[in-house]
T-cell receptor, first 116, second 112 residues
Framework: ETGVTQTPRHLVMGMTNKKSLKCEQH?????MYWYKQSAKKPLELMFV???????ENNSVPSRFSPECPNSSHLFLHLHTLQPEDSALYLC???????????????FGAGSRLTVL | GESVGLHLPTLSVQEGDNSIINCAYS??????FIWYKQESGKGPQFIID?????DKRQGQRVTVLLNKTVKHLSLQIAATQPGDSAVYFC???????????FGKGTTLSVSS
């Protein structure tokens, strides 16, 4: 496996379900990110982890709970979601999040989430 | 907050033509810019980047131009091919090392 792998690729869940999205990177990177991609909207940054520490939480509702057990794995735990949370959730990684701002991200293919 | 935007949501070109995709940004503190390409069913892929101390950078068949005076970024694709059909995003990053901020995207359609 190479690059950034996301599972599952597709997920359908009810509003009362609890599910998790998983991301794994095989690039030796130290920063990992969750972005939300909705139709006709820019990619929205959700969370950033740098060396396993959360460095950004972009005012994301608490029904989304990230977890970063190590620099290679990132999870997004989902609980009591709303239909408007249906979107493509993209995971990305970068070498690290530096003050240079040159954070070239490598993205996974995304997890398509549908909330009924 | 401030964000990166794009001029046109769609662009249609003929195979072999040169394509120009534009992006206007509003944050003068942005130091670094990237273009990404997203094909259907895939995540965004890095194309080319440029720092604010440059005004032009060339890659293979692609050129990025940066005009800081009018806060404008463009991606030029030479001899556009059907495989170039995708959504193109520009993104900016500020010196403080925050994560990339993306624009809405331009869908490029290339017809044979």
């Amino acid at each position: 496996e190479t690059g950034v792998t996301q599972t599952p690729r597709h997920l359908v869940m009810g509003m009362t379900n609890k599910k998790s999205l998983k991301c794994e990177q095989h690039l030796g990177h130290n920063a990992m990110y969750w972005y939300k991609q909705s139709a006709k909207k820019p990619l929205e940054l959700m969370f950033v982890y740098n060396f396993k520490e959360q460095t950004e939480n972009n005012s994301v509702p608490s029904r989304f709970s990230p977890e970063c057990p190590n620099s290679s794995h990132l999870f997004l735990h989902l609980h009591t979601l709303q239909p408007e949370d249906s979107a493509l959730y993209l995971c990305a990684s970068s070498q690290e999040q530096t003050a240079y701002g040159a954070n070239v991200l490598t993205f996974g293919a995304g997890s398509r989430l549908t909330v009924l | 907050g401030e964000s990166v935007g794009l001029h046109l949501p769609t662009l249609s070109v003929q195979e072999g033509d040169n394509s120009i995709i534009n992006c206007a940004y509003s944050n003068s503190a942005s130091d670094y810019f990237i273009w990404y390409k997203q094909e259907s069913g895939k995540g965004p892929q890095f194309i080319i980047d440029i720092r604010s101390n440059m005004d032009k950078r060339q890659g293979q068949r692609v050129t990025v131009l940066l005009n800081k005076t009018v806060k404008h970024l463009s991606l030029q694709i030479a001899a556009t091919q059907p495989g170039d059909s995708a959504v193109y995003f520009c993104a900016e990053n500020m010196w403080e090392g925050t994560a990339l901020i993306f624009g809405k995207g331009t869908t490029l359609s290339v017809s044979s």
